[in-house]
């Protein structure tokens, strides 16, 4: 009986020390370097949630590659929404710093993206809640960087930094 109480408490003691181990650097893994996400709505269609899917995309965002604010035009990034901190919104990277934009809706028909901001849209225009919308955004509110499709299975790809022919800026800051 001695032998059996004395396993179960080394086995105890084994798996809490495990657990203080595992998870801070499972927060931390999750909070600095990647994490995944699933993606609800029809902003990003065709891109993610293509029309007709049963179910939606969950994608893996990548943490590490927006630490230094380092984006490139058609990235798709998540960010947290400038009209609600609550929310985390998922939109494709159209212009950066100094380029100037033609918009689709916004109150300006041009704008000029400040410095410290990007302009971000959703692939399916008129139902997507982006810059349009908003204006520009500021690099502070950049959460992570959509690298991978991970589920449905048969969608698994690698997401490509495309910026549509038609949304190109108008003027490029030379970097």
């Given amino acids: 009986m001695a032998q059996s109480q004395g396993w179960v408490r080394r086995y105890l003691r084994t798996?809490?020390?495990?657990?203080?181990?595992?998870v801070p650097v499972a927060v931390t893994f999750l909070d600095r370097v990647a994490c995944v996400a699933r993606v609800e709505g029809a902003s990003m269609?065709?891109?993610?949630?293509?029309?007709?899917?049963?179910?939606?995309?969950?994608?893996?965002?990548n943490h590490w590659k927006v630490r230094n604010f380092e984006v490139r035009r058609g990235d798709i990034v998540s960010l947290v929404s400038p009209k609600n901190p609550e929310q985390k919104i998922i939109k494709r990277v159209i212009a950066l710093e100094g380029d100037i934009v033609k918009t689709m809706g916004h109150k300006n028909r041009y704008v000029k993206v400040p410095r410290g901001h990007i302009w971000v849209e959703g692939d399916h225009h008129g139902h997507s809640f982006d810059s349009n919308s908003f204006g520009p955004v500021s690099l502070g509110l950049l959460h992570a960087h959509a690298t991978h499709i991970l589920w449905?299975?048969?969608?698994?790809?690698?997401?490509?930094?495309?910026?549509?022919?038609e949304r190109l800026p108008v003027q490029i800051k030379e970097e």
């Fill in 45 to 61: 269609q065709p891109s993610l949630n293509p029309g007709g899917s049963p179910s939606s995309d969950v994608v893996l965002l």
């Fill in 15 to 22: 798996f809490c020390r495990g657990f203080f181990v595992a």
């Fill in 152 to 165: 449905p299975p048969e969608r698994w790809q690698k997401l490509e930094s495309v910026l549509p022919p």
